[in-house]
């Protein structure tokens, strides 16, 4: 059974700092992996998506890595904004096309 | 071009009570899935349908049923309601089933 951890749980951190944001999970056979933002009472929105050919992608200041065979992605955000303040969840899409999130990580960008 | 579309974004029903959440996907967009997220976790998996077709369930009660039209579009439908259905459910809309996943604003219910 697919099991997707994200740590830390919360993060605070100064604005301009550089971070990075994790997500694990424990059965390798994925289809791809997806990092979304959710806003307080929102919906979820996508910011990337790497397939499981892939080792990475770019927006903007957003980088996700993935190394399947460890089980691991992690979301680098460079010079965070107070405005990137939000929930980050990853998640995992195997053979049954469903998406298995984590608990995700809740940002806060002190100015 | 418009993104995914739910309505009502809020509701509040009382226990026992049955009520049905709607979902328009992006246009051109096959496959539609249902999410309940309550506050702190993930959202979890309840229903995925593709091409008219439902193509997974979720671990929920019978209580818990959905559809997808010939147009794509797809209700959810929860009878009996209970406390704990409270939460936001979340439709998600993708060209194929296992491509990237856009979700709707979400609709908040509530059971009293």
């Known amino acids: 059974k697919q099991e997707v951890t994200q740590i830390p749980a919360a993060l605070s951190v100064p604005e301009g700092e550089n971070l990075v944001l994790n997500c694990s999970f424990t059965?390798?056979?994925?289809?791809?992996l997806q990092w979304f933002r959710q806003d307080p009472g929102k919906g979820l929105t996508s910011l990337l998506l790497?397939?499981?050919?892939?080792r990475e992608q770019t927006s903007g200041r957003l980088n996700a890595s993935l190394d399947k065979s460890s089980g691991r992605s992690t979301l680098y955000i460079a010079a965070s904004q107070p405005g990137d303040s939000a929930t980050y969840l990853c998640a995992v899409t195997g053979n049954t096309g469903k998406l298995i999130f984590g608990q995700g990580t809740t940002l806060q960008v002190k100015p | 071009d418009a993104g995914v579309t739910q309505s009502p974004t809020h509701l509040i029903k009382t226990r026992g009570q049955h009520v049905t959440l709607r979902c328009s996907p992006i246009?051109?967009?096959?496959?539609v899935s249902w999410y309940q997220q309550v506050l702190g976790q993930g959202p979890q998996f309840i229903f995925q349908y593709y091409e008219k077709e439902e193509r997974g369930r979720g671990n929920f009660p019978d209580r818990f049923s959905a559809r997808q039209f010939p147009n794509y579009s797809s209700e959810l439908n929860v009878n009996a309601l209970l406390l704990g259905d409270s939460a936001l459910y979340l439709c998600?809309?993708?060209?194929?089933?296992?491509?990237?996943?856009?979700f709707g604003q979400g609709t908040r219910l509530t059971v009293v």
């Open positions: 790497i397939q499981s050919s892939q």
């Open positions: 246009s051109g967009h096959k496959s």
């Open positions: 059965d390798s056979a994925i289809y791809n």
């Open positions: 998600a809309s993708s060209l194929v089933w296992d491509r990237e996943a856009f």
